[in-house]
């Protein structure tokens, strides 16, 4: 299969080295991608981080689901599992604490080892778990 890249700006920098991870308004959040529900493989290279907090997320901004978070980042590529359930057309990167670029979201099946990518996709230890709504500004309860 061949590899795509569904990131609509893939080499758009994020920086948000002065932000404080616990505080949502602090993060930065990159081009929305539209996503199907199925499985993916996002990731992006830290360039730089402000401290052991800095925080990457990816996340569904019309649904209010958080699809996965690395926390304490690490400088270069961070790698994450997403399990999309529903269709949407705003997923996007936030990044928080740290300066990031080069993103990439791809289909699963077509990260696999076997295609030359490093995710294997039957792989149940790399998955994100954390599925959680998240409130953002705008939001209507």
């Given at each position: 299969m061949i590899r795509t890249n569904l990131c609509p700006k893939p080499a758009e920098t994020l920086d948000t080295l002065d932000g404080v991870t616990s505080d949502w308004h602090d993060f930065k959040n990159g081009s929305m991608t539209s996503l199907q529900p199925?499985?993916?493989?996002?990731?992006?290279?830290?360039?730089?981080?402000?401290?052991?907090?800095a925080v990457i997320q990816y996340w569904d901004e019309v649904n209010h689901v958080k699809f996965c978070d690395i926390h304490d980042v690490a400088t270069g590529v961070n790698v994450m599992?997403?399990?999309?359930?529903?269709?949407?057309?705003?997923?996007?990167?936030?990044?928080?604490?740290?300066?990031?670029?080069d993103f990439l979201v791809e289909r699963a099946d077509t990260y696999d080892t076997a295609v030359g990518g490093g995710f294997r996709a039957s792989s149940p230890a790399t998955r994100c778990r954390a599925h959680r709504s998240v409130r953002r500004a705008g939001d209507v309860r």
């Open positions: 199925g499985q993916y493989v996002a990731s992006c290279n830290v360039t730089e981080r402000s401290g052991a907090n599992r997403l399990d999309v359930q529903t269709a949407s057309d705003s997923c996007h990167f936030a990044v928080c604490g740290c300066k990031a670029t």
